[in-house]
C-alpha cells in the first residue's frame, strides 16, 4: 500500500482546505520510527460531493475508490442538507461493512454521551489543526485502518476460494461460503466473489436443508 485515497466530507471549505493541507504532511511530523515505517505511504485527498440522498454519497465513495473518509461532525449546512455528518457516518457503516471513516468535530461529549462511534474513531477539529501530535495520531489511525481493511477482505477472498471446491459437502460449508461473499457484497467494491449460478445453487440448498430440519422436528413432535 503505497497510496491511501482520503475523503473529506465537509461542506465548509475553509475547513476543507485545512484539512486537505494538513492531510499532505502525512506521517512527517511523526516520531523518525514511524515516520521510516510509513515513508513509502501517500495521501490522495479527495473532496466528496454532497447530496441531499445519501445514497448517492456512497455511491461516489465506489466510484472514486475511496480508501478512508474524515466527516464533519455536524454539517454546517444541515437546515439544507437532510441529515448531519453524524447520520451519514452511520449510513455509510451499514453500507459497506467496517469501512474506515473517522469524525472531526468540536462536540466530542455528545457523541460519547450517545455512543455513536467508538472513541477511536472520534478526533477534535481544533486539535488536529494545531497540534501535530494530534495529527499524527489520526494519520497513524488511517493508515493503520485502511491496513487491516484491506487484508481483511484479502483474507475473506481467499477463505472463500478455499471453501468452494468443497461446496455441498456439508450444509456448515455452504452457509460460510455463503456468509463469507456477502461480507464481500458490503465491502466497498461490492462484487460477489462466487457465480450467480453457484450461489443460487447453494442458496437453494440452504432452503432445503432448513426445509429438512423443519420436517424433522414435526415428526418427532
Same mark, same amino acid.
Given at each position: 500500500?503505497?497510496?491511501?485515497?482520503?475523503? =473529506?466530507?465537509?461542506?465548509?471549505?475553509?475547513?476543507?482546505?485545512?484539512?486537505?493541507?494538513?492531510? @499532505?504532511?502525512?506521517?512527517?511530523?511523526?516520531?523518525?520510527?514511524?515516520?521510516?515505517?510509513?515513508?513509502?505511504?501517500?495521501?490522495?485527498? !479527495?473532496?466528496?460531493?454532497?447530496?441531499?440522498?445519501?445514497?448517492? !454519497?456512497?455511491?461516489?465513495?465506489?466510484?472514486?475508490?475511496?480508501?478512508?473518509?474524515?466527516?464533519?461532525?455536524?454539517?454546517?449546512?444541515?437546515?439544507?442538507?437532510?441529515?448531519?455528518? !453524524?447520520?451519514?457516518?452511520?449510513? =455509510?457503516?451499514?453500507?459497506?461493512? %467496517?469501512?474506515?471513516?473517522?469524525? @472531526?468535530?468540536?462536540?466530542?461529549?455528545?457523541?460519547?454521551?450517545?455512543? =455513536?462511534?467508538?472513541?477511536?474513531?472520534?478526533?477534535?477539529?481544533?486539535?488536529?489543526?494545531?497540534?501535530?501530535?494530534?495529527?499524527?495520531?489520526?494519520?497513524?489511525?488511517?493508515?493503520?485502518? !485502511?491496513?487491516?481493511?484491506?487484508?481483511?477482505?484479502?483474507?475473506?477472498?481467499?477463505?472463500?476460494?478455499?471453501?468452494?471446491? %468443497?461446496?455441498?459437502?456439508?450444509?456448515?460449508?455452504?452457509?460460510?461460503?455463503?456468509?463469507?461473499?456477502?461480507?464481500?457484497?458490503?465491502?466497498?467494491?461490492?462484487?460477489?466473489?462466487?457465480?450467480?449460478?453457484?450461489?443460487?445453487?447453494?442458496?437453494?440448498?440452504?432452503?432445503?436443508?432448513?426445509?429438512?430440519?423443519?420436517?424433522?422436528?414435526?415428526?418427532?413432535?
Amino acid at each position: 500500500m503505497n497510496k491511501v485515497r482520503i475523503g =473529506i466530507i465537509d461542506d465548509d471549505k475553509s475547513k476543507v482546505t485545512q484539512i486537505w493541507t494538513y492531510l @499532505l504532511y502525512g506521517m512527517k511530523d511523526a516520531s523518525k520510527q514511524k515516520a521510516d515505517r510509513y515513508a513509502d505511504v501517500e495521501f490522495e485527498v !479527495v473532496e466528496m460531493e454532497l447530496s441531499s440522498n445519501m445514497s448517492d !454519497v456512497t455511491a461516489c465513495i465506489t466510484e472514486k475508490e475511496i480508501d478512508a473518509l474524515l466527516i464533519d461532525y455536524n454539517l454546517s449546512s444541515y437546515e439544507t442538507l437532510p441529515y448531519t455528518g !453524524v447520520q451519514l457516518a452511520k449510513y =455509510i457503516q451499514e453500507e459497506f461493512l %467496517e469501512f474506515p471513516l473517522f469524525i @472531526l468535530t468540536s462536540y466530542e461529549d455528545e457523541l460519547y454521551e450517545q455512543e =455513536i462511534f467508538d472513541a477511536y474513531q472520534i478526533f477534535d477539529f481544533a486539535r488536529y489543526l494545531s497540534e501535530p501530535l494530534e495529527r499524527v495520531e489520526l494519520h497513524y489511525k488511517v493508515i493503520e485502518q !485502511v491496513t487491516k481493511h484491506q487484508k481483511q477482505i484479502e483474507s475473506w477472498k481467499n477463505e472463500i476460494e478455499k471453501l468452494l471446491p %468443497e461446496k455441498g459437502r456439508t450444509s456448515e460449508i455452504d452457509a460460510r461460503i455463503l456468509e463469507l461473499d456477502s461480507k464481500l457484497e458490503k465491502s466497498i467494491n461490492g462484487h460477489s466473489a462466487i457465480p450467480d449460478n453457484t450461489k443460487s445453487s447453494l442458496e437453494a440448498n440452504k432452503i432445503d436443508d432448513l426445509i429438512s430440519r423443519i420436517d424433522l422436528l414435526l415428526k418427532e413432535e
